[in-house]
């Protein structure tokens, strides 16, 4: 091979992950704080690359008629206690894989979300995560194209959408 083929190699081993970044993804921590649209609250937010979709922390969550539509009823709790009851378009059910346990199906919704300076509506599953450390896990779908997220950093982006 000729040295012009090595040095075409070796630029694109260098510049092709420097592009992937992107001048509009923002790297940020593996915990971020979370605006949830429509009720502005604040939500801790565990990215996590491994999940396809976004959860939420909701409990009482039930379906009722709208107008023909079937809508979502559900209140979400941050970690101050506040609680704010949400009412959603049911978009349909998902089966979630867990490592532990058979799959499990649940409601999902679409809720506006704000992490850093990116905002966007994307689908999110209602699922009871009190026994878990952080109410929002924040899916590859809504991390595409908008957020890279550093294992070794938490809490380095202030949510601070204008699109909310």
Sequence with gaps: M????????????ILVPVGLLGQDKQSVGWIEKAIIVPSNMVL???????ADTSSINAVDINKFDRDGETWVRFTVVDKT???????RKLLGVAEIKRHQ???????VVSLGICIGGHY????????????FKYPLLIGRRFMAGRLVPDPSVEYSAEPSCKEQ
């Design 81 to 87: 206690g506040k609680k704010v009851t949400l009412e």
């Design 2 to 13: 000729n040295i012009g083929i090595h040095l075409l190699i070796c630029a694109m081993l």
């Design 120 to 131: 966007a509506e994307t689908d999110v599953n209602l699922v009871d995560r009190n026994r």
């Design 101 to 107: 346990g058979p799959p499990q199906k649940r409601l």
């Design 44 to 50: 801790d937010a565990k990215l996590d690359t491994g």
